[in-house]
């Protein structure tokens, strides 16, 4: 759903951004499809996701994971919300072949949690592989 001709997002932004999601075509597209509805110019925008990133707090059993682990789904979108003192529901896994994919985090636009609505993304395992970082 773009609201507005998105022009493409100053390279200072694009850059700074690189270091919270993975590739500076998904950048644009956030631009694109929700930052043009936000009212808020791309920089704006972009302060607004990365003081969203930063203020997420990891569940401790997950911080500094250093070798393969399998969890519970749903505890660990559970574990999630605990953390951030959110309400349930309001994270969402995402896999492929019973591996972590994504952490979907849903927020209004002032950044409060909020419960997230269902999701064709959503995964369907009980568990989900989490890989290491080293």
């Given amino acids: 759903m773009s609201c507005a001709p998105a ?16 590739s500076r075509g998904l950048i644009q597209h956030e631009w694109e499809k929700h930052g043009t509805c936000s009212g808020l110019s791309a920089q704006e925008y972009f302060q607004k996701v990365e003081q969203a990133f930063t203020s997420l707090k990891i569940p401790d059993q997950i911080r ?23 309400p349930q529901g309001a994270f969402r896994l995402s896999c492929h072949a019973g591996e972590l994919v994504n952490l979907e985090v849903c927020l209004t636009k002032d950044l409060q949690f909020q419960a997230c609505s269902a999701s064709v993304r959503e995964c369907p395992a009980n568990e989900v592989l989490m890989r290491g970082v080293n």
Avoid: I
Wanted: net charge negative.
């Fill in 64 to 86: 500094g994971l250093d070798h393969e682990q399998k969890f519970n789904a749903k505890e660990l979108e559970q574990n999630f919300a605990s953390a951030n003192s959110a």
């Fill in 7 to 22: 022009s493409p997002v100053a390279k200072d932004t694009v850059d700074r951004m690189a270091q919270f999601m993975p």
